[in-house]
């Protein structure tokens, strides 16, 4: 499903627009975007509507946009929702390289933990990094993510095999801190 809107200081969490299409297609296309993705190969016009189209209709999905402004710059979302046991894995990706390293990563983390604990009623995320990826893990942290573990040599990332950073935030740690203001 798509999220409803989010309005942080700087950045708004908000459902897809068809027209987004193309934005990711231009990252995705872009080695240094998706170099710590699973994805390898960029996907056809259709693959994208399509996955959109999934994420719409999906219940163990939530997926949004983010916006500065009325820029599209990434997205994020809470994947593979288990409501029996109340957890879900995160992901983020910031598309629009001129906005990396400014902080809308870490506050789009905290607008979507917010809305996992508050809103879904979960107790549990989990995220998984590349380890090279030091700057989305420190983003984590900076939301309250723990490092829960580490997948030792576990993808192939620029031309070598790489551990993989295990996060996660519980509920009670969030409103702990956090969640509190």
Known sequence: MYG????????????PRPEYVDDYLRWFGDPLVTRYLTMRN?????QEVEFLERMASNDSDVFWSI???????????????????????TGIMI???????????????RLRTRYAFEELGLETLTTRVFTPN?????????????????LRRHVYVEGDFRDVWLGEILRTEWQATAGAD
């Open 134 to 150: 030091e700057a989305s893990r420190r983003a984590l942290q900076r939301a309250g993510y723990q490092q829960a573990g580490v």
């Open 42 to 46: 960029p996907p056809s016009r259709q």
């Open 4 to 15: 409803p809107h989010l309005q942080g200081a700087r950045v708004t969490l908000a459902p």
């Open 95 to 109: 598309g629009e390289r001129d906005c990396w390293g400014q902080g809308y990563a870490t506050e789009a983390m």
């Open 67 to 89: 916006l500065l402004g009325e820029r599209h710059i990434g997205s994020i979302g809470i994947h593979g929702i288990d409501w029996r046991n109340r957890t879900a894995e």
